[in-house]
């Protein structure tokens, strides 16, 4: 019996998380509570459907002409490290029997043990950084900055690539000191490809009164295109990229 | 070697008819980008000005106008010109743009009643003459039995061509530019001789006289040529002429029938060796070649047949399938692209958007990327094209194939088709079900059988002996039903002008179809995989279930239920293929609905997989809307599976996928969507609807018609102006499962 993941869902055609057409995985459970996450569907640990790794590597083997141009394998969820383990392992075979590319999306909530091993058989990192100081990310997260600049001293250490992306959220983080502090650090890191600021949206609220969760965004309009692409220039003007 | 073939390669061809010979030994292959193209010229827009004005007025009023005065014939009208004095190609169908004309051999009633429903009345003049004659309908319905005249009303076979032209032909419209006509008369009237001195049997009498008719016709396509200023006796001479005399074979097919499909074939390849030979002789330039195009492309979206409400109903939004197929690779694994290629997808810039005609890319894993690369584009801008997979079927359909209306290939000049429309499979089940009666109007239809026994649980080798025992009672009568139409419009209503670019004897499919395939497969699947309860009327007639548990739905690459929808079709056509068909045709079979999903949902009751009365089937071999939930790679593996060889005649899937899904910026987008299509038809899959565009989009469009009149959509091996259909049609193409990012 080879190693089993707690999966949340599959999305057998993902083109925004890396390069080509990917299939990725949502894994199960995270310890993040974040105030705008689309999947709190994500959150709880132990449930899931279990998912070997063998079965894994088996359907992706049968959808392998899709995966072509640079596709491949991207482990979200939740929090894929959480599950260092079986990702350890899946990384492992993707890279070595189909011949594919790895790329982790993660919150940085956790540093597994095995992370050097992981970030070795990883082609891309999609770190997300989420708020610029620690009580921030405590107040709307229940995380710290400290586990993501952690993880972004591992991906500098290994050289592996990232790819760094924050989602801006209207009256939170989207003013123009908010997106100088978060060029500060990402312009410490020359193996980040690219910075990314994502809008915030509203698509995932319906799964909240699904779930009989509060939603503490209620009311807060969606970011609008226009005061995305401003403040993304904006970004791009500061990086060292 | 004759004059006009100055410059040509020669081979085969110049002794005898073979246009796949002279492509071949003549075509210049492209594979540089886009870049070379051209836009529209100021006569281009000043046309397509007129044009889009009575596109207008047509969305508004149905039709821009009816010619009730006579019967459509090659020779029924004089010269009809948009602008006479700016055209490049010339020809319309009757002496207006869009004005309709009426064919009656299809059928008396049919003709009646869709001028009726425009306001119109066919004059006693043409009801007169036709008092005494026998139409295909007549015909037909002379010879059905009850059984067949029950099954059609009930719905389980319906659509069927018993009352128009059957189409789904493609004639070689490149002979008469490449020989001219008075070879191709000469050609048949050797034939005619040679079939006269055989043994006159019955067949070969059939044969002698339609002989007879083809000459009669191809004579009077002179004459019409002739009418309009033009002499096709010899062959082209150059690019303008090959394009003009390519549509006047075409135009004078069209005027003598109203077939569903009469699809243009695949001429872009052959016509770019006459526009080669005249770019190379300096005697034409690059936009004017562009503009001959874009000339040609502007008469074949006018084309029209006038259609009754019923018809509307099945095959919604106005098509007419002027399929034009292009690329593929030939025997030795060489891209047939070339600069025409492109010119034909560039038509979609220079005119606009449209459905017509219905451009088909013949994809393979070894056409340039540039190519490849440039479909997606046009995919991604316009939603206007369909792709096939040339890869599996060059090797059954020779090299010089073509697509007839959706996704029915055929030799061209070679093959022909005996068009039959499909079985309702949803239906077959639950007359098992109900021991050979229909669930909605309660009366037997099929032989009586066991019924299943109200409120016990079904068991599903119970269930399969049943289904096995009514769907071979269906593809009987079904082959049956479609013999008697075949020989009566033979008899009746013979496509003379057609067929006379056709080969004397040629190969003939005949081509079954099924429609509800996934929510056939995902009741079964409901069947072994739940527990499904059926539940009875005070008539003692199932008429609902009651399902308990999950079970596996169709595309969701899980083959416990995609194993089901392939044993379905390979099971369906073995029983096909047990009743022999008229004139020795082969049986072929096509997952494909065009829009009688919505219409045959709405003559079906409750089904075991959750689907309730009157609702839609998913379009052809799609899975139902939203069951396919694990995202565009599953679901197309799941439909992959099906097997061409049981489905010779095509496998329809559409495809929506919003483009945020596809990728971030469009130069992305492009490259993830050519990697879908190869991934995709890398598995043998054969067809592929492509739409990329946002659901919201298609709502907006549903309650402001007024802000989209171009906007275009694929439903099923087709497209259509969204504005042309009806809001039922409308709902369910929103209905959709749209691939879009999570």
């Known amino acids: ?241 | 070697m004759r004059e006009e073939w100055k410059g040509f390669n020669e081979g085969a061809w110049t002794e005898s008819i073979n246009v796949a010979d002279f492509i071949k030994r003549n075509y210049t292959f492209y594979d540089g980008d886009a870049s070379f193209l051209c836009g529209p010229t100021k006569r281009t827009s000043s046309i397509m000005e007129k044009v889009n004005a009575l596109l207008k007025e047509e969305t508004e009023k149905g039709v821009v106008g009816i010619d009730t005065e006579r019967e459509t014939s090659i020779l029924s009208y004089g010269p009809g010109y948009i602008d006479k004095d700016k055209e490049i190609i010339v020809g319309l169908q009757t002496e207006a743009p869009l004005v309709r004309g009426v064919n009656l051999f299809g059928g008396k009633r049919m003709a009646i009643s869709a001028c009726e429903n425009y306001g119109y009345k066919i004059s006693d003049k043409v009801l007169d003459e036709f008092k005494y004659r026998t139409t295909h309908n007549d015909g037909v319905f002379r010879a059905y039995n009850d059984t067949m005249r029950k099954a059609r009303h009930v719905g389980i076979i319906t659509g069927l061509p018993d009352a128009y032209g059957r189409g789904r032909l493609i004639g070689d419209y490149r002979r008469l530019a490449l020989y001219g006509m008075d070879f191709l008369i000469e050609q048949k009237m050797a034939d005619k001789t040679a079939y006269g001195n055989k043994d006159m049997t019955e067949s070969n009498i059939r044969i002698v006289e339609e002989l007879a008719k083809q000459i009669d016709f191809m004579k009077q396509l002179k004459v019409l040529a002739n009418n309009y200023g033009f002499d096709i006796s010899n062959p082209a001479k150059n690019a303008q002429e090959a394009v003009q005399f390519t549509y006047f074979a075409y135009l004078g097919s069209i005027k003598e029938q109203n077939g569903a499909a009469n699809s243009i074939g695949r001429i872009s390849t052959f016509l770019d060796i006459y526009f080669e030979r005249d770019l190379k002789n300096g005697v034409l330039t690059e936009e004017q070649a562009q503009e001959i195009m874009d000339d040609l492309i502007i008469k074949l979206r006018l084309v029209r047949h006038l259609r009754t409400e019923e018809y509307n109903d099945l095959f919604a939004g106005d098509p007419t399938w002027v399929t034009m197929s292009e690329a593929g690779v030939d025997g030795e694994g060489n891209p047939m692209v070339t600069k025409n290629s492109y010119r034909v997808l560039q038509t979609l810039y220079n005119l606009g958007s449209s459905c017509e005609p219905n451009i088909t890319i013949l994809w393979s894993q070894k056409l340039p990327q540039a190519y490849k690369n440039f479909c997606a584009q046009v995919s991604i801008d316009t939603d206007s094209i369909q792709y096939e997979n040339d890869d599996v079927m060059r090797c059954r359909y020779g090299n010089d194939y073509s697509i007839a209306c959706c996704v029915s290939a055929m030799d061209t000049g070679k093959q022909m088709q005996f068009f039959g429309a499909r079985c309702n499979m949803a239906k077959v089940l639950l007359m098992a079900l109900n021991g050979g009666v229909d669930e909605v109007h309660g009366v037997q239809v099929a032989p009586k059988g066991k019924v299943f026994e109200d409120g016990k649980p079904l068991v599903y080798e119970e269930v399969m002996e049943a289904y096995d025992k009514y769907s071979d009672w269906i593809a009987k009568l079904y082959v049956n039903t479609l013999n008697i139409i075949h020989y009566m419009h033979d008899k009746y209503a013979y496509e003379r002008l057609t067929m006379a670019f056709h080969d004397t004897d040629p190969h003939r499919w005949m081509a079954f179809g099924i429609s509800g395939l996934s929510v056939l497969t995902d009741s079964l699947s409901a069947i072994k995989y739940a527990k499904v309860t059926p539940i009875k009327d005070e008539r003692g007639v199932i008429v609902d279930f009651k399902t308990e548990g999950e079970f596996p739905k169709y595309g969701n690459d899980d083959d416990r239920v995609d194993q089901i929808a392939k044993d379905i079709t390979d099971d369906f056509y073995a029983k096909l293929k047990k009743t022999p068909c008229y004139r020795g045709a082969t049986h072929t079979l096509s997952v494909l609905t065009i829009t009688s999903n919505v219409v045959y949902g709405r003559k079906t009751g409750n089904t075991p997989d959750g689907r309730r009365a009157k609702e839609p089937f998913a379009p052809g071999a799609n899975p139902m809307h939203g069951r396919d939930a694990s995202g565009a790679v599953a679901s197309l593996a799941s439909v992959s599976k099906l097997n061409y060889d049981s489905c010779r005649d095509g496998i329809s899937n559409t495809f929506s996928v919003t483009p945020e899904a596809l990728g971030k910026d469009k130069p992305t987008q492009i490259t993830n969507l050519t990697t879908m299509l190869d991934g995709y038809f890398g598995r043998d899959a054969h067809h592929l609807n492509v739409n990329v565009l946002n659901r919201e989009l298609l709502i907006d469009a549903m309650n402001n018609p007024g802000k989209y009149p171009t906007l275009t959509v694929r439903v099923s091996g087709y497209a259509v102006n969204f504005n042309k259909l009806t809001r039922d049609k409308q709902e369910e193409v929103i209905a959709r499962t749209f691939h879009q990012k999570l």
């Not at chain 1, 997300?128 to 995380?143: C, P, V």
């Open chain 1, 1 to 241: 019996m080879g190693i089993t993941l707690n999966v949340h869902s599959i999305e057998s055609f993902a083109t925004l998380e890396g390069a080509g057409i990917r299939y990725a995985l949502f894994l199960q459970g995270c310890p993040y509570r974040c105030v705008y996450c689309h999947n709190p569907d994500t959150w709880k640990c132990g449930i899931g459907k279990p998912k070997t790794v063998d079965s894994i590597i088996e359907q992706m083997q049968h959808y392998k002409s899709f995966y072509k141009n640079g596709g491949g394998l991207t482990v979200t969820g939740g929090e894929p490290l959480m599950q260092a383990e079986g990702v350890l392992e899946l990384f492992k075979r993707v890279h070595s029997e189909l011949g594919l590319t790895n790329t982790i999306d993660t919150s940085c909530a956790v540093m597994p043990d095995n992370i050097n091993e992981i970030l070795h058989y990883t082609d891309l990192v999609i770190v997300d950084l989420k708020f610029h100081n620690n009580q921030d990310y405590k107040h709307y997260a229940d995380g710290s900055l400290d586990n993501t600049i952690a993880m972004l001293n591992k991906t500098l250490q290994s050289g592996v690539k990232v790819l760094v992306r924050t989602v801006v959220v209207p009256d939170i983080n989207d003013t123009f000191e908010d997106i100088d502090k978060y060029v500060e650090i990402v312009n410490k890191y020359p193996n980040v490809i690219k910075y990314e600021l994502l809008g915030y949206h509203t698509m995932g609220v319906f799964k909240y009164n699904e779930l009989g969760l509060k939603y503490r965004l209620d009311g807060v309009e969606p970011l609008s295109v226009t005061k995305l692409k401003e403040l993304q220039s904006y970004a791009n003007s500061k990086l060292k990229i």
